[in-house]
């Protein structure tokens, strides 16, 4: 099992460019989450999907965040136009149940400049 | 779901037991006790979580108080790979999202 998949690692963007950040959940599970973490406010969640449904939005800052899940096997979540502030490490989790661990990718880290 | 409290941070000696408490004074006699941690540049994994009774696995321990008010993760050796932050979280088994909401957690450095 290869894990949750994210990518790119890294990312630098100039402001006002677009953002699409991608993820890959295990294989059969039915929750995908999205996570951000900055120092100043630590790991907060955006966004989850329950096969493939988006169910709670209300963590996304704003609208010029969107995220997508066109399959059980893909993710994305897009950042248009990008700001300076959304510099941070935005991860990637995912479950196999309602109540099961989550499994988290390695996150990918992104420089808005 | 309620809300935990934990030291910023901690030190330990490598191959020495460790005890990272989590204090949850409000917990609900349903919620979840559970624990994650994060390494250096990786995402948080899963380590353990428990209702009731103590837990152990090949990670951890979990001692959970009569009470339920307090716990403690307890790695019985650690190794400077263990150095993390740790993270005590509640999870109401009502919790319709599956969520987990994250704290500041503690930041646990292994002394070799």
């Known amino acids: 099992d290869a894990g949750v998949i994210q990518s790119p690692r890294h990312e630098v963007t100039e402001m006002g460019q677009e953002v699409t950040l991608r993820c890959k959940p295990i294989?059969?599970?039915?929750?995908l989450f999205w996570y951000r973490q900055t120092m100043m406010r630590g790991l907060e969640l955006l966004i989850y999907?329950?096969?493939?449904?988006?169910?709670?939005d209300s963590g996304m800052p704003e609208d010029r965040f969107s995220a997508k899940m066109p399959n059980a096997s893909f993710s994305t979540l897009k950042i248009q136009p990008s700001e300076p502030r959304d510099s941070a490490v935005y991860f990637c989790?995912?479950?196999?149940?309602?109540?099961?661990?989550?499994?988290f990718g390695n996150g990918t880290r992104l420089t808005v400049t | 779901d309620a809300k935990t409290t934990q030291p910023n941070s901690m030190e330990s000696n490598e191959e020495e037991p460790v005890h990272l408490p989590c204090n949850h004074s409000?917990?609900?006699?349903?919620?979840?006790i559970h624990w994650y941690r994060q390494l250096p540049s990786q995402g948080p994994e899963y380590v353990i979580h428990?209702?009731?009774s103590n837990v152990n696995n090949r990670m951890a321990s979990l001692a959970i108080a009569e009470d339920r008010k307090s716990s403690t993760l307890i790695l019985h050796r650690a190794t400077l790979r263990d150095a993390a932050v740790y993270y005590c979280?509640?999870?109401?088994?009502?919790?319709?999202?599956?969520?987990?909401?994250f704290g500041g957690g503690t930041r646990l450095m292994v002394k070799p």
């Open positions: 989790a995912s479950s196999l149940l309602r109540g099961s661990p989550l499994h």
């Open positions: 294989s059969g599970h039915d929750y």
């Open positions: 999907f329950n096969n493939n449904v988006p169910i709670d």
């Open positions: 409000t917990i609900s006699g349903t919620d979840y």
């Open positions: 428990g209702l009731t």
């Open positions: 979280i509640l999870r109401a088994p009502n919790n319709a999202g599956n969520m987990l909401t």
